[in-house]
């Protein structure tokens, strides 16, 4: 049975220009360890057929293991970034996701305008305990 998949954005303004929005918001390992997500152990670069992807490997809670297949990011630089894993093991199939940066209509006070910043999330469960 496919389980449904459940999506999850949020949309804000940030008073700060674009590029140092990007540069705050583009180091996702720092990003990561600053809001409190679990470590991660890299279990290895891996080339199939033409698909590239790093095997991962770690523990939420220190106890729900999980891995996965991280693909390399999408990107378009100070505007766009995303990510795909695939699970192969815990109770996630899928996730799907980033963040999309614009100029706001809010115009600073050294002339620049403001950031809207959109993040977004789809997770896909591979069982009843995922999302």
């Not at 679990?38 to 106890?63: C, D, R, T, W």
Request: without cysteine.
């Amino acid at each position: 049975m496919e389980r449904p998949t459940k999506t999850y954005e949020m949309e804000k303004e940030i008073p700060l220009p674009r590029r140092q929005v990007w540069d705050l918001l583009a180091n996702t390992d720092h990003l990561n360890r600053l809001i409190g997500l679990f470590p991660i152990q890299y279990g290895g670069l891996h080339n199939n057929e033409s698909l590239v992807y790093h095997e991962i490997h770690a523990k939420v809670a220190g106890v729900i293991p999980l891995k996965w297949k991280e693909y390399p990011f999408e990107w378009t630089k100070y505007r766009f970034y995303a990510v795909e894993r695939l699970y192969t093991g815990g109770p996630l199939k899928r996730f799907y996701g980033g963040i999309e940066l614009e100029d706001s209509g809010t115009v600073l006070p050294d002339g620049e305008r403001a950031t809207m910043v959109k993040l977004f999330a789809h997770f896909t469960a591979a069982n009843p305990l995922g999302i």
